[in-house]
């Protein structure tokens, strides 16, 4: 008997994959390092999914978040985890709960390591129906995609959205929140990606290879541009006056904003952050079924650099997933 304490096993060493200089996966080294020490509010998560995104990729080669974090050593990468908590110092998690989220993004995530601590605030509880590959599928790519679509664009029931790369990442989460929504949605992607556009629920495809986009007869209410540079003038042809276009990839050029302007278009970049209670709903949504990560592929965690290289070939359908943990 243990008096009802929950023992939990917690090791003063641990795996993390350090990137020791900005560049290709070789740069990764596999450390034993101390396990992180948690602050008020925080608590230890054993982590045993991560999932990787473009901008994990981007960070690697010294772009996206690096410059944030570079002075940090070591420096861990990644944000998405899904794991059981270990050690608490907040109310609202205890030791044996299943969680999952998006750890300090913009910030150092440290995620590519068997334990994370993480502001409680930035965690929810896992669905008890899913895996933990698919809650850690569902961090970064859905919280983007919920968080535009929701507290960003506000799409409304009744109006066409234009999602680009549905096939991806936000794209599928976006697809799916969109139709949740009560909108009329088009997804873009090549024609091999047709028929996994369509079961997401979207109402029309665009292959993007040649499409017409000057002479196309559609339009939309909201755009979410998830590929930047041309695709932004692409897009503004297919936007009706008083509609928005949100460009996730690096922001709209003043150029581009301006053109916009001139079309009478609400255009402008947004960042993700980091929300528990965007969590939470995103939670409620998949525990209801509502919404689904597809995990189109599984690494172990000594192959995160094959995890990266397939994230950065641009041709991912759904979300990459690396496990961890003992
Ligand atoms: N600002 C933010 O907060 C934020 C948050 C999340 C992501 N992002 C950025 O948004 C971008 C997308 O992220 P993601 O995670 O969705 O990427 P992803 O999962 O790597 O996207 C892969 C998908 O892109 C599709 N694709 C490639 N080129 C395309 C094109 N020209 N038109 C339509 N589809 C195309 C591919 O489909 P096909 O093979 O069919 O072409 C593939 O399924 C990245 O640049 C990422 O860094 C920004």
Redesign the pocket.
Known sequence: MNGGIILTYKSTNMKAIVLTEPGGTDRFRIDEISTPAILHDEVLVQVKAISI???DV?SRNGKGVYGRIKDQQPLILGWDISGIVTESKSEKFKAGDEVFGMVNFPGHGKAYAEYVAAPASHLALKPANISHEEAAAAT??AL?AYQALTHKAKVQAGQHVLI????????HFAVQIARLLGAKVTG???A??KAFVAALGADEHID?HGYDWKNSDKQFDFILD???GA?IDNSLEVAKPGSTLIS??SGLSEEVTSKAKLKDVNGF????ESNGEDMKAIAELLEKGKIKAHVSQTFPFEEMGKAHEQ?ES????G?VVVTAGR
């Open positions: 995104n473009p901008v981007k970064l790519a983007t680009h790369a549905a096939a991806g990442g936000v794209g873009t992607s090549s091999k990606n993007y998830t590929i930047g695709n996730i990839p970049f947004f960042m993700v994230v641009g041709r991912t359908v979300k």
